[in-house]
Every structure is written in C-alpha cells, then in structure tokens.
C-alpha cells in the first residue's frame, strides 16, 4: 500500500500557510509567540484525554466489516441511501465527494462498481417525495444513522421508507434492504433493530456526531461506493501524528486553533472556509458543523459566561469570488478566512488556445484549467492580504482519501485545541436541545404537554400586526 511508505506520506502531508494572517488587521507574530505556552498546555490536554474523546483512536480499527458488508451487497443494490443528518450525514457527504467526485452518480453503473450514494439530511417532504419516486426499491438500501436513536428528522424519514419497502419487497424482506448504525447500547433505533433482527453498525458510544466521520457513520457508505477506507483512516493516523507535535507553531492543528482562537479575540467572529476545489466544496460544509457546534458555547467549563465562537462561512473558489469576495476585500475587518488550495488536481483540463488575435481571451490558450484555479487561489489570497485583510491556507498536495483523512483529524484536533483555549466544552450542544424539545411539543409527543402549552400560550401573545 502507498500509505505504507514514510517518504509518500510526507509528500501528502496537508501544509498550512499563515504567512498572510500578520498585517495591520491581523495579527503579529509576538501575539503567536506570547500565547504559545497556553497552546501547548491545549495539545498536552487534548493529548491525554485521547482515550476518553474516543475519535482519536478511530484511525486504529478494524474496518473489515465494512469492507465484508459492502462486498456482500454491492452487487445486489443500485442506490445506497442514508438516512440521517448533522453529524450522521455532513462527513457521508463530504467523503462522497472529495473521494468520488461530484459526477459519481450520474456515470453509467459500469464506470462506477459501486452502487450510487444519496444522503437523505432533511425531512423536507419533496425532497424524501423525490427520492422516492425515482428509487427502485428492490434494489435500494438504506442505511439509517442516529446515534441518539431519537432524531425526528432521521426517524420520520426511516418510517417513511420503510412503509414504502413493505409495499415494495414485502414486511419479511426488509431485513434486506434497510441496516441500522447506532449506539450499541441505548435508543429506539437499537431497540427496533433487535426487534426485527436486521443488521446492525455500532457506534463508539464516546464519540459526538460531528466527530464521528470516521467510524461506521461514515466508513459504511464510503465502502459502498468503492472508496479506499484503509487510506482514509492511514491519513488520519497521519493527521494525529501531525497533531500530537508539542511545539504549537510547528503543529498545523495548534497552529490553525491559535490563529483562530487570537482572530475571534481580536474581533474577527467571522471564519470562511473557501476550498478551491468542486470535490472539497462539501468538506467546507463539514467543517462547518464542527467548529460551529463544538465552539459556540455560552458558558465556560466552570459555568462563567463566555458567548464565544465563530461564525463558519462556506465558499467555493473561484465560484465565490464573483460572490462573496467584495466583501471579504471591502467589507468590515471581522474575518479570517481560510483557503484550501490544490497542488496537483487528479486532471488538469488544458486550454485550447484560439482566437489568436483577441488578446483577451487568447492569452488563455495553452494553459490548463487547473493552473488558471491555482492562479487564481493565490491572486485573491494576495489582494485580500494588501487590503488588510487576514489570511491562511491550507495545502493539499493531492486531493485523495489520505489527505482527506488528514484533514478530517487535523481539524478536530484543531477544534478540540481551541476549546481548551476558550475553556468551553467542544464536545456537548446544549443550544440544540431546545429546538428539538419544541418540534416534540408541536408534534404532541406524550410528555412534552407542558411545553405544548407553554407555546400555545406564546402564540396567543403574538401581535398580528407585525405579520406583514
Ligand atoms: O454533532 C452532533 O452531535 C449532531 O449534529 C448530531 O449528529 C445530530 O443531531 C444527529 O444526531 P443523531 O445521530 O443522534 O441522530
């Protein structure tokens, strides 16, 4: 295997570029330098606490049930679809993409090997409707994921599914076409897993959604669809490695939570996380789940209150620079914005050239679409940085499932750095409990009477007038 050899795996190795974050709106390389001990107390912390997060371990399991599972039924099965959502689906995505590209679906069974993947994340009834219409069922498996085994959104959907799959193949066939990945122990989705005997992937009770990429959430659907997860879980043993470096300013994960944690300090709330890749464009979307709802805390670990966190926002370069760049250049100084660029894209889509006497489209040919992206990753981390405004990029050899792998694991190792630099809990999302409590009580889930009563009371109160 490649990922065996040491002098391959560090030309993968992911770089991470802070050149342009110092300026006059950014920061010094003294503040780095001042805030290192704090740093480096965040990766001992993190370090020691490996066992008990339960993420960091997951480089070193045995994925042969995946690879068993997935070869058992790939040939039986058109669509594998998942059912879940948050962390039970953004790193399914995300994987998808990077891995198999945007296209994957849409090439003709022969070309693929693999069964098609579509992540159902929403109980929009169009969108499950569509799904619906347009799957074959006999040939379908859904893959349903939640950890609590409680989701409304992932249990709606599952029931919605299932009635279908009866009247498709037939209540004593859905064994065939429905596999369950929860807890081990707790939930209602363990306890109709054992009811009906279907099979069943457990999920590490210790690890939260939003770090669960990496285990059967997300290693089920990327074996189904032919990505290499040995690679991807070498990459994030890589990443760890990385990550586990005690001087702060050599360690991309320390390196990256210090910047961001001294920006947000500093009065930059905002992080754009702009790849400039189709393939990791979902990956921005990942990250986002992560650093959102790891970070955004309203209390420190000792109760005080602390209301930290950045604001992640998700671009696309260059798509988003005839978007969102004005205001990155001209807008307030409240961002740190982080590039991902490529260094060798899989393809590199030459140019023809034509034309010869329009200077202005001619000067193209001759080139390739990837050299004209790379150009244009550095020209507008060049312009942002001339106008003040603060900078880092992270560098991608190659888009593979090694550096995804890496990435993957240096950016929760940065998350979980930077909550031991905001003292908060990185690993709990209280600020969600609420929504789900009220979508209970407007359901009229037995239990919640209370609630329900609670925001009849506050409709009576709504003025009308301010409907407009
Ligand atoms: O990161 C998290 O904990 C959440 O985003 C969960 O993944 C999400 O709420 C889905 O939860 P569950 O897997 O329990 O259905």
């Not at 990077?98 to 994957?104: H, K, L, M, R, S």
Request: glycine share 8%; aromatic share 8%; proline share 5%.
């Amino acid at each position: 295997m490649r990922y065996e050899d040491a002098a391959w795996r560090e030309k993968q190795r992911i770089r991470l570029d802070v050149n342009n974050v110092f300026g006059t709106h950014g920061l010094t390389p003294a503040e780095l330098e001042a805030e290192a001990p704090r740093a480096a107390a965040a990766i001992a912390a993190v370090q020691e606490r490996r066992a008990d997060l339960g993420w960091p371990l997951l480089p070193d399991q045995d994925v042969t049930p995946f690879e068993q599972f997935a070869a058992a039924h790939r040939d039986r099965i058109d669509t594998f679809v998942v059912l879940g959502i948050g962390g039970s689906a953004l790193g399914n995505i995300a994987v998808q993409t990077a891995i198999n590209g945007p296209f994957y679906n849409l090439l003709p069974r022969e070309q693929r090997g693999w069964p098609r993947l579509l992540v159902l994340d929403n109980s929009d009834p169009e969108l499950n409707a569509g799904a619906l219409r347009m799957l074959d069922l006999r040939r379908t498996m859904f893959n349903v994921i939640s950890k609590s085994g409680t989701t409304a959104e992932t249990m709606a959907s599952f029931l919605y599914f299932r009635q279908a799959l009866v009247e498709a193949v037939g209540e004593d066939r859905l064994g065939d076409h429905i596999v369950l990945t929860t807890d081990p122990n707790s939930g209602f989705l363990r306890q109709i897993g054992q009811r009906e005997g279907w099979t069943m992937f457990d999920l590490p009770p210790k690890v939260g959604g939003r770090f669960s990429v990496l285990t059967s959430v997300g290693l089920l659907s990327a074996a189904m669809t032919g990505v290499n997860i040995r690679e991807l879980l070498a990459g994030a043993a890589y990443g760890r490695e990385l990550a586990a470096n005690p001087d702060p300013l050599r360690n991309p994960a320390a390196l990256g939570a210090l910047i961001n944690y001294l920006c947000f300090r500093k009065g930059k709330p905002i992080v754009v996380m702009m790849p400039y890749a189709n393939r990791l464009r979902d990956v921005a979307d990942w990250f986002a789940q992560l650093w959102a709802e790891s970070l955004g805390k309203a209390v420190d670990r000792q109760g005080k209150p602390a209301r930290v966190g950045q604001t992640p926002v998700k671009a696309l370069g260059a798509t988003d620079q005839h978007s969102q760049v004005q205001l990155y250049m001209e807008g307030p100084y409240d961002k740190l914005i982080n590039f991902i660029a490529v260094e060798q894209y899989a393809e590199t889509a030459p140019i023809p050239t034509a034309y010869a006497d329009l200077e202005g489209v001619s000067y193209l040919g001759g080139h390739t679409m990837a050299e004209l992206i790379q150009a244009e990753q550095q020209a507008t981390a060049i312009a942002l940085s001339e106008a003040g405004q603060p900078n880092i990029t992270h560098i991608f050899p190659e888009i593979n499932a090694f550096t995804l792998g890496q990435f993957f694991m240096l950016m929760e190792m940065q998350t979980a750095i930077a909550g031991e630099l905001y003292d908060i809990n990185a690993f709990d999302q209280p600020g969600v409990e609420a929504g789900k409590i009220n979508t209970y009580a407007l359901l009229g889930r037995r239990g919640f009477e209370e609630r329900r009563a609670a925001i009849a009371a506050r409709a009576q109160a709504l003025d009308s007038r301010w409907v407009v």
